[in-house]
């Protein structure tokens, strides 16, 4: 029994779209509630997703924005700490790591929109990512990557 649970453990540990606050603040550490929305700060560490709590860099900090549909995450949008507005916007590299840690041992695939915007598409259909760079040239905006139930 004790070698399933062991087995099992990083999966259990592991939070995604459509989990319980409960089950999110256990992989992403405390949140400040923002009015039915939940704030997390977080870092990538070896390409996982961990509470930024006790780190002292915080420019290597994101945000996840999360939304409930009812007690159950329907939506997280990442940004990255915008205290420096230099460190602003999220690289390549970050996305790579958010959606990887995303997965759920799924792949993320590209899909075409007009609209041009960079968008992945889980293979398994559950999940969409759209990324938006910042646009607007503004210090206090940033870029923001979504990952959000597929509804289609």
Do not use: C
Request: aromatic share 6%; net charge negative; no cysteine.
């Amino acid at each position: 029994m004790l070698g399933v649970a062991l087995l099992a453990w990083p999966a259990m540990a592991q939070a995604s779209i459509g989990d319980t606050l409960p089950q999110l603040r256990e992989r992403y550490g405390s949140a400040q509630d923002m009015g039915g929305q939940m704030l997390f700060e977080v870092r990538l560490v070896n390409g996982q997703i961990v509470p930024a709590r006790g780190s002292a860099d915080t420019q290597g900090h994101f945000s996840v924005t999360v939304y409930f549909d009812g007690d159950h995450s329907a939506m997280e949008i990442f940004t990255r700490n915008t205290s420096d507005p230099v460190k602003a916007n999220l690289t390549q590299a970050d996305i790579d790591t958010i959606l990887g840690a995303a997965n759920d041992g799924q792949t993320w695939n590209p899909v075409q929109l007009a609209s041009g915007r960079p968008t992945w598409l889980r293979s398994d259909n559950k999940l969409i990512a759209r990324f938006s760079p910042n646009k607007s040239g503004k210090e206090d905006d940033a870029s923001v990557l979504v990952i959000m139930l597929n509804s289609k």
